[in-house]
């Protein structure tokens, strides 16, 4: 048991759990403004506002052609709202972020003779063995 107790308080686990509950969140007022906002405007442009009536019949076989289209247009709407409303701003604050920060100091040199890389303290090149100045 106390091995499962280490287990399930490392900060991944506990991570996880909270990014699982608000991503279910998330998707839920993704969804709502989906449903809510988004489709009755494409409805309103093109007078339909649910596909799922649209059915084609070949031997006696339904095909529900259109709650596969409802579907379909939901994913794409999602997408799109996920991209616009979460990706693009996050990569937005990202690059921000990254544009203040000072490149790292480089930790290897190239040996003068044969071109290699070298620890920067070396005073000697490992590879070919000439002296290196300073």
């Known amino acids: 048991m106390k091995g499962f107790k280490q287990f399930l308080m490392r900060g991944n ?3 996880l ?3 699982v509950v608000i991503g279910a969140a998330f998707g839920a007022v993704v969804t709502a403004l989906v449903k809510d906002l ?3 405007i494409i409805a309103a442009l093109v007078s339909k506002p649910d596909f799922s009536s ?3 019949t070949i031997n006696g076989s339904r095909f529900l052609i259109g709650d596969f289209i409802n579907a ?3 994913f794409l709407l999602i997408a ?3 991209y616009f409303f979460v990706v693009l701003p996050v990569n ?3 690059a921000r972020m990254r544009r203040g920060a000072a490149p790292a100091d480089p930790t290897t040199k190239r040996c ?3 071109m290699s890389e070298i620890p920067i303290a070396a005073k000697r090149c490992a590879f070919c063995t000439s002296a290196l100045t300073v």
Request: charged fraction near 10%; include cysteine; glycine fraction near 0%.
């Open 92 to 94: 937005t604050v990202m």
């Open 17 to 19: 759990a909270v990014a």
């Open 38 to 40: 988004i489709t009755p």
């Open 54 to 56: 649209l059915v084609f």
């Open 112 to 114: 003068p003779e044969c």
């Open 80 to 82: 799109t709202a996920v």
């Open 13 to 15: 686990v506990i991570d």
């Open 72 to 74: 379909l247009v939901s």
